[in-house]
């Protein structure tokens, strides 16, 4: 596709507006009965991961980068937020900063090393880079190797919000989900996200035209880190525990997956796919091994016949962008 | 010797050097299926550590349920999962040869899940012992050390099917097709060599020298599910440190890296699982094409 045409296609339209401001609408008003009609603290695990498949889906709808080694983000967030949380004494929202700091200086040094490849070149090394980030929180001393920090407290959020109250806790995880998932949005429809397709489209073109794509594609790899580490690191105060699971290769894989069945490039996708994933995962856990089994034969037929996955399906029928 | 403030003996050196190399086997051979794979299909099979583990699994299926040896499983793991990866080849990999690569490598991300969980479940984490034939028992004393027999195999055995393999890529008429057909696969097709059945092969041979891997691993680390699980983060770092395009480089970087890694072990032991990892950032970051890999 030629520039001119890619971004002229990528500009919402009026009818566009309308549909996203709707379905934006429905998610809030869903979030709000949710905790009415299932387990709140399944909602709230649910909403973490929608927020870290939102911020993997950027880097892979918006910019064609595959990374397969997104849960270092969501993992090394979640360990300092915990550290910082339980050992240092931090209240929740400095907590969750320190996290995010974390997420975002991993992100720029893997993102440096990664960013200068593609394709699948890109997906290899991402891959290897979270297994040394894994390696390394197995040998550091901080994060308790096989038991992980456990006991995180909740505290009071800037010195009044009681997080230990769960309807609290709710409302704010739910903030913190709103605000990322706003931040995403935002950052795809800005200048910055238009250029970024720009660059996914034709990148040679893109170049010529001035613009530095390796510093446009570092810029969103950051942000996608940074999104990741929000989500991990406000996982690590849901569940009060930091664990290897976090930043172990089978997070990388299930946030892939998430996007995958929601639909890549699509700001609802992430959202419906980590439901379904997380879904997945409490009414099969009583099947052991074979959740993995079932996952991969979901992966498998969606790359075959589901390559829009559930919302790029609904919104190509509807002939709109959600 | 005192290195670092660790004291180093020799025979400690020695030891780690073997295992090194023996690690070395295992990343070379691996390495180089991604590789021959890489070449014809330009897809990144994500599965090849499942099919190493397969393979380790049929030599084992093999004795227990057919009676057949270790010498009969060297021949026939490797025909037999070659013969699955040739299946997959045609049923999966082939209805997605016009879409980006990335959607391949998904695909076999999703079939790596599938065959791990399947022998997950029915096996369980524990591995399962399997015993180092008769002929290859014992040790050779070698005057600094003792060289256990089987050892000295695995790296022999290895570097055979390595040097067999290149050659046949570099030197003789098939592997002149195949490189042909890399570069230009039209007019390949056009000469009325059958392109598609080449692609078709390839993939499963890359796969069966991941399960030859699989039943040469078999006696020294147990039959395990998660066996390739474990491996496979390392061989992508050494593809991506020695670089996709070369089956020599594949080869070369496998060994040296698996030495690397067991000299580490003597002399910063914290640092041996990541030590791959840490020359991949530094080999990216001066030749991000890798050592022995051509500019895109």
């Known amino acids: 596709m030629d520039l001119q045409a890619s971004v002229a296609a990528a500009d919402m339209t009026s009818q ?31 909403m973490c991961f929608a927020l870290f498949a939102c911020a993997f889906n950027l880097l892979i709808g918006y910019a064609n980068l595959l990374s397969l080694g997104h849960a270092m983000f969501f993992g090394i967030a979640s360990y300092v937020c915990a550290h910082g949380a339980k050992v240092w004494g931090l209240e929740p929202v400095s907590a969750i900063a320190v996290g995010v700091a974390a997420s975002a200086a991993l992100g720029f ?85 238009e250029i970024l397709k720009a660059i996914r489209e034709n990148e040679p073109r893109a170049v010529s035209l001035g613009y530095r794509a390796l510093q446009y594609k570092l810029a969103a790899f950051v942000l996608s880190a940074v999104i990741a580490g929000l989500a991990g690191a406000t996982k690590a105060l849901v569940v009060q525990n930091a664990s290897l699971t976090d930043v172990s290769f089978s997070t990388s894989g299930e946030v892939v997956l998430m996007t995958l069945v929601g639909g890549m490039g699509t700001f609802y996708g992430p959202v419906v796919g980590a439901l379904i994933v997380i879904a997945m995962q409490n009414y099969l856990a009583q099947f052991g091994e074979w959740v993995t089994v079932i996952q991969g034969v979901v992966f498998v037929a ?21 | 010797m005192n290195i670092f403030g660790h004291m180093i003996s020799m025979p400690q050196l020695y030891g780690q050097l073997l295992i090194g190399l023996i690690n070395g086997s295992f990343y070379a051979l691996l390495s180089l299926g991604l590789a021959v794979i890489f070449g014809m299909l330009t897809i990144v099979n994500f599965a090849h550590g499942a099919f190493y583990m397969m393979g380790a699994f049929a030599a084992y299926f093999l004795l227990q349920y057919a009676g057949l040896n270790y010498w009969f499983a060297l021949i026939l793991a490797p025909l037999i999962v070659g013969a699955i990866g040739a299946i997959v080849e045609r049923l999966f990999l082939k209805r997605l040869a016009g879409f980006d690569p990335l959607y391949s490598l998904l ?9 791990q969980g399947l022998f997950q479940n029915y096996y369980g984490a524990s591995g399962m012992p399997y015993a180092i034939p008769k002929q290859l028992s014992g040790a050779y ?7 256990p027999v089987y050892r000295g195999w695995v790296i022999l055995a290895s570097a055979v099917v390595c040097f067999a393999t290149w050659l046949i890529i570099e030197k003789t008429r098939l592997g002149a097709y195949l490189r042909a057909a890399t570069e230009n696969p039209t007019m390949v097709r056009a000469f009325g060599i059958n392109v598609p059945r080449m692609v078709t092969l390839t993939y499963g041979f890359g796969v069966a020298l991941a399960a030859f891997a699989g039943v040469l691993a078999a006696p020294i680390n147990q039959v395990r599910p998660g066996m390739g699980a474990d491996i496979i983060a390392v061989v992508f770092a050494v593809v991506v440190i020695g670089g996709m395009g070369s089956i020599l480089g594949s080869i070369v970087t496998g060994f040296v890296l698996g030495v690397v890694e067991g000299l580490t072990k003597v002399f910063y032991p914290e640092a041996s699982n990541t030590v791959v990892f840490v020359i991949m950032a530094i080999v990216l970051l001066i030749r991000p094409t890798g050592l022995f890999g051509r500019a895109a």
């Not at chain 1, 394709?119 to 290897?128: E, K, L, R």
């Not at chain 1, 390696?135 to 190797?145: I, N, Q, S």
């Not at chain 1, 075959?304 to 609904?314: H, N, P, Y």
Request: hydrophobic content about 60%; aromatic content about 16%; some cysteine.
């Open chain 1, 16 to 46: 566009d507006r309308r549909v996203n401001a709707i379905a934006f609408a429905i998610m809030v008003a869903l979030i709000a009965i949710a905790p009415f009609f299932a387990y709140p603290f399944f909602v709230m695990q649910a």
């Open chain 2, 107 to 115: 695909l076999t991300f999703g079939l790596a899940l599938i065959i």
């Open chain 2, 141 to 147: 004393n070698l005057g600094f050390m003792f060289l």
């Open chain 1, 302 to 322: 969606c790359v075959l016949a589901f390559r829009r996955g559930i919302v790029g399906e609904l919104a190509a029928r509807a002939k709109v962008s959600l």
């Open chain 1, 109 to 193: 040094v893997t993102g440096a090393l990664a960013i200068r490849s593609a394709g699948i070149y890109f997906a290899m090394i991402t891959v290897a880079f979270s297994q040394m980030v894994f390696f390394f929180c197995v040998e550091a001393p901080f994060t308790h190797g096989e038991d992980g920090i456990q006991a995180v407290p909740q505290g009071r959020a800037l010195g009044f919000i009681d997080l230990s109250n769960p309807w609290i806790l709710y409302c704010f995880v739910a903030a913190v989900f709103l605000f990322g998932f706003l931040v995403v949005q935002r950052a795809v429809n800005s200048p910055f996200g």
